[in-house]
């Protein structure tokens, strides 16, 4: 499923234009990434909630020529963690 | 930020509707769940891609009684990879 899909069907489903729609979904996005570049988390009840960590640096491994090091070093990353409902739904 | 936040500013942005614009989250949000369910991946191109994943039965311990072995069942799990334009204004270095 991709947004295209996700924009077809609810346009269909709630007699908004699709362009109406898409600008919604879009935004969405959008507003999550930027609530995570500030740092912010993002809590989406029953689904899931956004937030950043950091990761420390590490040295890594070349899995092609594994006698070369890699000094990888410390970011932020974005994890995912599942709301209630998706995580029942998902499980079995 | 939470799903009410995002309502009022889209709304105030687009001119549309609290109504209409929860409508519209919610089902996205509904729809994204839905598909996870059938096992199948979700790509939003420069957000993230979300997929199930199995995880085997392992055993674990309680922390606080050590001594117990607990059996953890398999089970699927959602997990996200975060999308090009996500990596670029969020993941950078520190």
């Known amino acids: 499923m991709t947004k295209r899909d996700l924009v077809v069907r609810i346009a269909n489903e709630t007699g908004l234009t699709q362009q109406n729609v898409y600008a919604i979904i879009q935004k969405s996005f959008d507003l999550i990434i930027d609530a995570l570049q500030n740092g912010d988390a993002v809590e989406l009840r029953n689904f899931g909630v956004f937030k950043v960590t950091k990761r420390h640096a590490r040295t890594g491994i070349n899995p092609n020529q594994p006698t070369q090091k890699i000094d990888i070093p410390a970011k932020k990353v974005v994890v995912f963690k599942q709301g209630k409902h998706m995580k029942e739904v998902v499980r079995k | ?94």
């Open chain 2, 1 to 94: 930020m939470t799903k009410r936040d995002l309502v009022v500013r889209i709304a105030r942005e687009t001119g549309l509707t609290q109504v209409d614009v929860g409508k519209v989250i919610q089902k996205t949000l509904d729809y994204i769940t839905e598909s996870l369910e059938r096992r199948e991946n979700v790509e939003l191109r420069d957000f993230g891609v979300f997929k199930v994943k199995h995880r085997g039965a392992r055993k674990g311990r309680n922390p606080n009684r050590p001594e117990h072995e607990v059996e953890i069942p398999a089970r699927n799990v959602v997990v996200f990879k975060s999308g090009k334009r996500m990596r670029d204004l969020v993941e950078t270095e520190l």
